[in-house]
């Protein structure tokens, strides 16, 4: 058992009561990382399939505060699926021509092709939490959002894109080891900026943010997964095996051969 | 030794002299795999530091006849690198929006971004091949893209992309057992197109754009490399080992720490 946590569409969320050092069953760090090879493999073949179908796609959505391991898991879960079929976006503060239009125009151009998987590294959500926690834009405008996100994801949802949503849930006690930790190593420093003490200040907003957001945006078509990830190989463990468990609920098909290809002789 | 064929700039070049089943050295399938997992590995971690330097990247353009093996290179040589830092661009026939615009535009728009290592999956080569092949535009029209596209890579040098250009050097014989293989074996056909026939019965106007585009578009800033691509494993050896070598001749370096971060303590 290595699930993620999940809520009913409509229910009150309290991330308070969600252990972030939650382990399912009686893994550990080494058996964890056998059994993430053993779902890489067979996501790796399933990732082929959905690729030669060309039908449907995959999309991975990954949000959680600063050091919640969003990097860390993508390395993890993805480095063996051949990157043809992989194609990962950096949502980044927004450049000056995506200012100059609504907020999900670079998220729309950004959404995986038939047959890829896609994975999102922040995404629209950050447009309910950053913007949210600094009031980058007015409350009538953020406080749309969710229902706009909704709908948007209603509309990927019925072109073929299964969309995949996990919060890295971490305790602000981790927030603090992980930068501190930063911090002391010299070859980790260059990960480190004085902006990340400002942010981590306002902690208990964001969380509010969070939670908002897990509860608006929590539909039956694009259901948010709590991942609890103060344990680094548990984070990669569950996040691995939703990966695999959405292929293998998709089921992709190779194509249908051309009619007529029985008896050709290539000259 | 496993390296690619090049030539100076300006040299003629005779492909019909280039043996696509050269090896060098004593190489068998076994080691060659063996040699690129090593591979793998090395690359694997410079291209953590050229994503976290976030000022260079690495464009492969990978160019060949029909079942020369582009997926299969780009399967075996990229899996086992983190996706996060890779961004794979396959070019189809074009669509009609992008037939809206000069032929270097959509690929403009696919270079990829700093840190990243990008693979072009056929690109705008195919703009003075299928192109020319077919007459699909003037040959007033076509004859100017040498230019253009030596221009176009010098700018995209320029701004820190290193280009990497690899032809896989396949034998007609060879072509005709692998389309015959997909035909033959009922979990390949779906691969097979009755389209890739009337193509192959273009081999020699090919292999003429080839000689073509290989000699005029051959510069020192982005050189081609003729992979002999007969044998699948020393194809990916070979490319493997080229992607390696590059990524240690940019020798990316972790990016400089903030200043004033000695004293720093979380809370």
Redesign the interface.
């Known amino acids: 058992m290595c699930h993620p946590i999940t809520f009913k569409p409509g229910t009150k969320i309290d991330l308070q009561k969600i252990d972030p050092r939650k382990v399912d069953g009686d893994w550990e760090k080494e058996t964890a990382y056998e059994q993430i090879a053993e779902y890489t493999k067979r996501s790796?073949e399933l990732a082929y399939k959905l690729y030669?179908e060309n039908k449907r796609s995959v999309l991975l959505v990954l949000q959680g505060m600063d050091t919640a391991g969003k990097?860390g898991t993508?390395?993890t879960v993805?480095?063996?699926?051949?990157?043809?079929s992989?194609?990962?976006v950096?949502f980044k503060q927004p450049s000056s021509l995506e200012l100059d239009h609504d907020f999900l125009w670079r998220v729309h151009m950004a959404v995986p092709r038939r047959g890829n998987i896609g994975?999102f590294?922040r995404s629209h959500y950050e447009d309910v939490l950053v913007v949210r926690v600094h009031n980058l834009v007015p409350k009538n405008e953020w406080s749309t959002r969710y229902h706009r996100i909704n709908e948007f994801e209603d509309l990927l949802t019925d072109g073929g894109v299964k969309i995949v949503k996990c919060f890295l849930h971490i305790s602000k006690e981790e927030q603090?080891e992980r930068?501190?930790a930063r911090?002391d190593k010299?070859?980790k420093?260059?990960k480190?900026?004085?902006g990340d003490?400002a942010e981590?200040k306002l902690w208990d907003d964001y969380q509010e943010a969070y939670r908002v957001a897990l509860e608006e945006c929590n539909t039956k078509h694009a259901p948010w997964h709590i991942i609890p990830s103060d344990r680094k190989w548990y984070r990669n463990l569950v996040v691995s095996r939703l990966l695999l468990d959405t292929l293998e609920e998709i089921d992709p098909k190779?194509?249908?051969?051309?009619e007529?290809?029985e008896d050709?002789?290539?000259?």
């Open positions: 790796r030669a990097d993508i390395r993805l480095t063996g699926i051949n990157p043809q992989c194609q990962i950096p994975i590294n603090r930068l501190q911090l010299p070859h420093r260059w480190f900026s004085k003490l981590r190779f194509p249908e051969e051309e007529g290809l050709i002789i290539v000259e």
